[in-house]
C-alpha cells in the first residue's frame, strides 16, 4: 500500500523557522507537493518538487526531498501567526494524489 | 483567486435525502475531476474519478450507487450522495488539474460540508 506519513503537530515561536516532516513509501511518485488547509476551508497548493530534484526554494519555503529515505520536507523561514494551519504532503502517481496524515502547525506569540 | 470552485459550501439535510455537490473549474476546462473525502481531524480520502463524457472510476470501498458522479460537462462534475445518512457527514472536496501549471498539478475547491441529521 502506499502510506504517506507526517507528525501531529509542530508549535513554534513567530519568527522562528518551521520545519515539518513527511515519510513516504512510493518511490516510483514523480511529484511530492505540500498543501496549506485552514480551517474549514479547502487545500491551497504551497508548493511542489519533482523527484528528480534534491531541493527547491520559493520565498519563504525551502523544500527538501531526500529519495533514498523517502523523506520530504517542508521549511518555512520567519514563520507569522498567518501560517497557523494543518499541512498536508502528497504524492503523486499519474494524476491520483495520496496524502499524508496533516501536521497542524501552531504559530505562538 | 479561487481556480476550482464548489457549491454548495455548507449543507444539512435530513436522512434518507439526496443532496447534489457541484465542482466548477473556473476558466479553464478539465476533463478529470476528483473526489475527496475528509473526515475532521484526518488526512483527505480519494473517492473517485470523474472523467467527462464517461463513468466515473471509484477507488475500493466507495459504493459507487450512493456516491453518484456525473461529469457532464468540461467544466463541472457533480457529486450526488443519495439516501444519505448520519455517517455521510463529512467535509466534500472536488479537485481539477490545471493546464498550464506544473504537469499533474491540481487546485482543490473550497469545500463542501455536510451535515446529515
Known amino acids: 500500500g502506499e502510506d504517506v506519513e507526517q507528525s501531529l503537530f509542530l508549535s513554534v515561536r513567530e519568527g522562528d523557522s518551521s520545519v515539518i516532516n513527511c515519510t513516504y513509501t512510493?518511490?516510483?511518485?514523480?511529484?511530492l507537493y505540500w498543501y496549506k488547509q485552514e480551517p474549514g476551508a479547502g487545500l491551497q497548493l504551497l508548493t511542489y518538487?519533482?523527484?528528480?530534484?534534491d531541493m527547491k526554494q520559493d520565498q519563504r519555503l525551502t523544500v527538501l526531498l531526500n529519495k533514498k529515505d523517502k523523506h520530504l520536507s517542508l521549511r518555512i523561514a520567519d514563520t507569522q501567526t498567518g501560517d497557523s494551519a494543518i499541512y498536508f504532503c502528497?504524492?503523486?502517481?499519474?494524476?491520483?494524489?495520496?496524502f499524508g496524515t496533516g501536521t497542524q502547525l501552531k504559530v505562538e506569540l | 483567486g479561487a481556480v476550482v470552485s464548489q457549491h454548495p459550501s455548507r449543507v444539512i439535510c435530513k436522512s434518507g435525502t439526496s443532496v447534489k455537490i457541484e465542482c466548477r473549474s473556473l476558466?479553464?476546462?478539465?476533463?478529470?475531476m476528483f473526489w475527496y473525502r475528509q473526515f475532521p481531524k484526518q488526512s483527505l480520502m480519494l473517492m473517485a474519478t470523474?472523467?467527462?463524457?464517461?463513468?466515473?472510476?471509484?477507488e475500493q470501498g466507495v459504493e459507487k450507487d450512493k456516491f453518484l458522479i456525473n461529469h457532464a460537462s468540461l467544466t463541472l462534475s457533480t457529486l450526488t450522495v443519495t439516501s444519505a445518512h448520519p455517517e455521510d457527514s463529512s467535509f466534500y472536496i472536488c479537485?481539477?488539474?490545471?493546464?498550464?501549471?506544473?504537469?499533474?498539478?491540481?487546485?482543490f475547491g473550497p469545500g463542501t460540508r455536510l451535515l446529515v441529521l
Open positions: 518538487i519533482f523527484s528528480n530534484m
Open positions: 479537485s481539477a488539474p490545471f493546464p498550464g501549471g506544473a504537469r499533474e498539478t491540481q487546485y
Open positions: 502528497a504524492e503523486s502517481k499519474g494524476n491520483k494524489l495520496t
Open positions: 476558466d479553464f476546462q478539465a476533463t478529470t
Open positions: 470523474s472523467n467527462e463524457g464517461s463513468k466515473a472510476t471509484y
Open positions: 512510493d518511490s516510483s511518485s514523480t511529484y
